[in-house]
């Protein structure tokens, strides 16, 4: 059964950082683009990073580029989502998506798996 898990979601106060994981079961993520989305309350999923599986290229949107990193680990089928300086308007649920692919791919209607998200709230 193909199942990806997010974790790491939590509080955390403005200025702060968390990483978020992407776990992968059921296959492997050798050979699958992943994708972070999130989705604020009231507002579309938005596509904000990605990361290819033939040569590590990776995407960001511009309301995150520089300040979140994508990674990922083969051997441990895993994918991560480092998130530094964090806003308040980062507050969302976080989803990862994979989907059989070489390149990278950066909108929803591309993925094909998803995981059941996980929250990151920024607050003071």
């Known amino acids: 059964q193909v199942q990806l898990v997010e974790s790491g979601g939590g509080l955390v106060q403005p200025g702060g950082s968390l990483r978020l994981s992407c776990a992968a079961s059921g296959f492997t993520l050798d050979y699958y683009a992943i994708g972070w989305f999130r989705q604020a309350p009231g507002k579309e999923r938005e596509g904000i990073s990605s990361?290819?599986?033939?040569?590590?290229?990776?995407y960001y949107a511009d309301s995150v580029k520089g300040r979140f990193t994508i990674s990922r680990d083969n051997a441990k089928n895993t994918v991560y989502l480092q998130m530094n300086s964090l806003k308040p308007e980062d507050t969302a649920v976080y989803y990862c998506a994979a989907a059989w692919s070489i390149v990278v791919l950066t909108t929803e209607a591309q993925y094909d798996y998803w995981g059941q998200g996980t929250q990151v709230t920024v607050s003071s």
């Open positions: 990361i290819s599986t033939s040569d590590g290229s990776t």
